[in-house]
């Protein structure tokens, strides 16, 4: 049986380290092997990239491991679309 992943935030990394967690956020900034989130709390988490995902939305979901000093290494990403939690007339 595979256990839980945590859906965290910026504010929840410390009691997570060294866990394989979820964050799901808008995309600040995407350069080559990093990327950079603002989670639901308005903080941001380094992701850094594993170079086979196909990041193509405004906001995503990241599964990874929280690394000691608070990144996420990623191990899968899915797009969320670019209108998540706004309201569409």
């Not at 603002?38 to 979901?61: A, F, M, P």
Request: glycine residues 12%; proline residues 2%; positive net charge.
């Amino acid at each position: 049986m595979n256990k839980p992943t945590p859906r965290i935030n910026s504010k929840l990394r410390e009691k997570y380290a060294g866990r394989t967690v979820r964050i799901i956020g808008k995309v600040t900034s995407y350069s080559g092997e990093t990327a950079v989130l603002e989670t639901t709390d308005h903080g941001q988490i380094l992701i850094k990239l594993n170079g086979e995902g196909r990041w193509g939305s405004d906001y995503v979901e990241v599964i990874g491991k929280l690394e000691s000093d608070y990144s996420v290494s990623e191990f899968s990403t899915s797009n969320l679309g670019n209108n998540i939690g706004k309201v569409i007339k």
